[in-house]
Nanobody, 122 residues
């Protein structure tokens, strides 16, 4: 499975941005897909996940502002980011894995995209 993240860029604080993660190769409809981020000087951080059956969960830092969804074919995942803050500035990575037991841990994921930079200016 190959993952391609896109949609990053420079945005103003308070604005919105949508990231995409396109899956190709030997994809399966029941893959769990998640977003993580790496900000300068901070630990690699779980952002959110959408499970194979469509359930979602988010880090407290983004809950209520970010929304994860996927298309009907389950080959593209989206991260809708609203009310962006300067602390959301990071490289965002998408990842996928099957039947994850602890989706908040990056080590559980089998497949990773290359990352896309989001910079929020205040």
């Amino acid at each position: 499975v190959q993952l391609q993240a896109s949609g990053g860029g420079l945005v103003q604080a308070g604005a919105s941005r949508r990231l995409s993660c396109a899956a190709s190769g030997r994809t399966r409809s029941n893959l769990d897909m998640g977003w993580f981020r790496q900000a300068p000087g901070r630990e690699f951080e779980f952002v959110g996940v959408i499970s194979g059956n469509g359930d979602t969960d988010y880090a407290d830092s983004v809950k209520g502002r970010f929304t994860i969804s996927r298309d009907n074919a389950r080959t593209t995942m989206y991260l809708q980011m609203d009310s962006l803050k300067s602390e959301d500035t990071a490289i965002y990575y998408c990842a996928a894995g099957a039947s994850l037991t602890n989706y908040r841990r990056s080590i559980m994921y089998d497949y990773w995209g290359q990352g896309t930079q989001v910079t929020v200016s205040s």
